[in-house]
Structure formats: structure tokens, C-alpha cells
């Protein structure tokens, strides 16, 4: 599936609002995502973070989880930004954790844009970040 321009710079713009919606009191590391179902819907999320740690959630599981609570469960696409404070200083891929989620329910070929501005981004399929990945 190929993605068009003004698509990626829309999914980028809409994980960069998300930047404000981040709940961070403790890493004060921003993350925002946006999800794109193959539907069209886009599906945000942030990261949230918990006293305990532990529960924390990152801003690409909030995005898959909010869609497949909503019965989506099919993906061509995830936008994801972040840095300290907020401040966007270097591509944020996603953590280990989040990468087998997306495997959960997306195919091989499934882009993954990773975002400086709406203008500097690189994009990578899911094989790419998570090669050789694990499923039943
Ligand atoms: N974080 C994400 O939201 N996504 C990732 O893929 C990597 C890390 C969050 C978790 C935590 O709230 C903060 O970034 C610092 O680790």
C-alpha cells in the first residue's frame, strides 16, 4: 500500500498535537501517536505514566488499543513523534514492547513514519523494525 504525501503529513500533524495531550510527570518525555485503519479512521494516542511505573502506557499501544477497543483491528500506517518536554529533537521509534503490539494485528508491509517536522520523516515497514517476530 502506498501512502501519499499529504497523508503521511497528515498522520505527522496529527501525532504532533498529540504532544500536548501526553500525561508525563515523571520521564517528562513526550510521545504522540496517530494510527491509520485501513477504514480511514485515524486512531491518536499518547503516552500516560503512572506512579508505579509499571502501568505506564506508550502513545503507539494507547492508539492501537482505542481502535481495537472500537472493533478496528486493521492498519495500514502509524505516525509517531516525541521528545523531552515536548520538544521534537530526534525520530522516536517505537519500543520493543510496542513493536510486537503492532505485529499483534498488523501485516508485514505496515508503515511505520517516523517524524522530525511535517517535512523530515522516514518511513519503515513493521518487518523492517521487528524481523523474525513472534506469533502463535
Ligand atoms: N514511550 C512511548 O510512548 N513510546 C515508545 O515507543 C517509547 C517510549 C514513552 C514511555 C514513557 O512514557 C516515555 O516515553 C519515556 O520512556
Avoid at 500500500?1 to 515523571?26: F, G, N, Q, R
Wanted: aromatic share 10%.
Amino acid at each position: 500500500m502506498e501512502l501519499e504525501s499529504t497523508a503521511i503529513k497528515e498522520l505527522i500533524a496529527k501525532a504532533i498535537k498529540m504532544l500536548d495531550y501526553s500525561y508525563v510527570p515523571y520521564s517528562h518525555f513526550h510521545v504522540g501517536a496517530a494510527l491509520l485503519a485501513k477504514n480511514g479512521t485515524v486512531y491518536t494516542g499518547c503516552n500516560i505514566e503512572n506512579a508505579a511505573y509499571g502501568p505506564s502506557n506508550c502513545a503507539e499501544r494507547t492508539a492501537v488499543f482505542k481502535a481495537v477497543s472500537e472493533g478496528v483491528k486493521e492498519f495500514d500506517a502509524i505516525a509517531v513523534v516525541g521528545g523531552p518536554e515536548g520538544q521534537i529533537k530526534d525520530f522516536c521509534p517505537p519500543c520493543g514492547v510496542c513493536r510486537q503490539v503492532l505485529a499483534e494485528f498488523c501485516t508485514r508491509d505496515f508503515k511505520v513514519i517516523l517524524a522530525k517536522s511535517l517535512e523530515e520523516y522516514r518511513i519503515f515497514t513493521l518487518e523492517q523494525l521487528l524481523p523474525e517476530s513472534f506469533s502463535l
